[in-house]
């Protein structure tokens, strides 16, 4: 099966899902800075969420870059990456309208911990479906960056309920890991 359909279909809800949040950034009636003050934990969130949307779009575009064909098994993987997405801008939102509560805090944790499963499901299947010597295979190695941050992922839930900044600081601890593109499956591919 021809991988294009699946790489634009996922650009494309992609793309949709960081419209939505963009939408809900809502204008302030008045014209001074404290209104946009009012504003900030609303922009901090999305912000976040922008990074690991991005995040998300760059690694999912080199993932494919080394696959060479889907099949069913990889499309309900990548539609199942995709739902957890989907729901960020609920998150988001929720995060920022409530000034980072811990509930919130906590319910952002438990997206990005199953975006990240999501995420490791969709990479071992592509490369149960193109072999353990594959290009794929030997791009991703043992994904310990992609493990850790499902470790931190994991703890930010808990965390949250003890301080939520704590969950805040390892969201952009994960962020920050992964802010430069990885750039295994870049160097397989141009070698």
């Known amino acids: 099966m021809n991988k294009n359909r699946l790489e634009a279909f996922s650009d494309g809800v992609i793309a949709i899902i960081i419209t939505i949040m963009v939408l809900e950034l809502k204008v302030p009636h008045e014209p001074n800075f404290s209104a946009l003050a009012a504003m900030l934990p609303t922009f901090l969130s999305y912000t976040l969420s922008y990074v690991f949307l991005g995040i998300y779009w760059n690694n999912h575009h080199h993932l494919f870059q080394a696959a060479k064909h889907v099949n069913g098994r990889v499309l309900w993987a990548n539609l199942h990456l995709l739902f957890w997405l989907s729901l960020i801008p609920f998150a988001t939102g929720w995060m920022g309208e409530n000034h980072f509560d811990p509930v919130p805090v906590a319910l952002y944790g438990v997206i990005m911990l199953f975006s990240g499963m999501a995420y490791y499901i969709l990479a071992q299947v ?19 960056k992609g493990k850790i941050s499902l470790v931190i992922y994991a703890l930010t839930p808990p965390l949250a309920f003890v301080n939520p900044w704590i969950s805040c600081a390892l969201y952009v601890v994960v962020a920050v890991m992964w802010l430069v593109p990885d750039r295994r499956i870049e160097k397989k591919i141009t070698a």
């Not at 290009?135 to 994904?143: E, R």
Request: hydrophobic share 40%.
């Open 126 to 144: 592509l490369i149960s479906h193109h072999g353990k010597d594959s290009l794929l295979a030997s791009a991703l190695g043992n994904d310990i």
